[in-house]
T-cell receptor
């Protein structure tokens, strides 16, 4: 069964360092998302990406964050200068091309980011 | 701003019991509602998707209902098993998914 794949599963980084979280969405999906879940809190929307550009972003997604689809298969989230409060589980998700918003969202297993 | 609330926050039941998890949302302008399962420290596994035009969706021992006008959904789990122990998340979609905090379910053998 097709699945969304995220790497790495766990990343530890020092405060102020740049990190790149990687995702391989399900092939033929065209809508991509990043969400995050701080320990003990709700899953929160960060950004949506369609047709090679950001379609929506939340207040959390400030200038420190960026997304990219560099090669038609990978979908990356970059945090330029990490802060302690960026420590969270980051989830990538995708929707099938057909139906877009009306279809089921598929999530990856997440990358646990720990900023020390 | 959409708000999603799940009640109860935690539930502990003996094996074999039928149970109901509740989800409410404040804005009825949604495309669909999705129920997820999350095991500790793990990702989100989709259980059921209900379109805004649907009232009910079933998968095995799971049945989800949606009353969009009142902003409510329920997830019914029949004949619960210890393997059902997990956190169950409800999420509603406009252009994004908005999640509740979840119900932590423990099924005791």
């Amino acid at each position: 069964e097709p699945e969304v794949t995220q790497t790495p599963s766990h990343q530890v980084t020092q405060m102020g360092q740049e990190v790149i979280l990687r995702c391989v969405p399900i092939s033929n999906h065209l809508y991509f998302y990043w969400y995050r879940q701080i320990l003990g809190q709700k899953v929160e929307f960060l950004v949506s990406f369609y047709n090679n550009e950001i379609s929506e972003k939340s207040e959390i997604f400030d200038d420190q964050f960026s997304v990219e689809r560099p090669d038609g298969s990978n979908f990356t989230l970059k945090i330029r200068s990490t802060k302690l409060e960026d420590s969270a589980m980051y989830f990538c998700a995708s929707n099938p091309s057909k139906g877009g918003m009306n279809t089921e969202a598929f999530f990856g297993q997440g990358t646990r980011l720990t900023v020390v | 701003k959409q708000e999603v609330t799940q009640i109860p926050a935690a539930l502990s039941v003996p094996e074999g019991e039928n149970l109901v998890l509740n989800c409410s949302f404040t804005d009825s302008a949604i495309y669909n509602l999705q129920w997820f399962r999350q095991d500790p420290g793990k990702g989100l596994t989709s259980l059921l998707l209900i379109q805004s035009s649907q009232r009910e969706q079933t998968s095995g021992r799971l049945n989800a209902s949606l009353d969009k006008s009142s902003g409510r959904s329920t997830l019914y789990i029949a004949a619960s098993q210890p393997g059902d122990s997990a956190t169950y998340l409800c999420a509603v979609r406009d252009y994004k998914l908005t999640f509740g905090k979840g119900t932590l379910l423990t099924v005791n053998p």
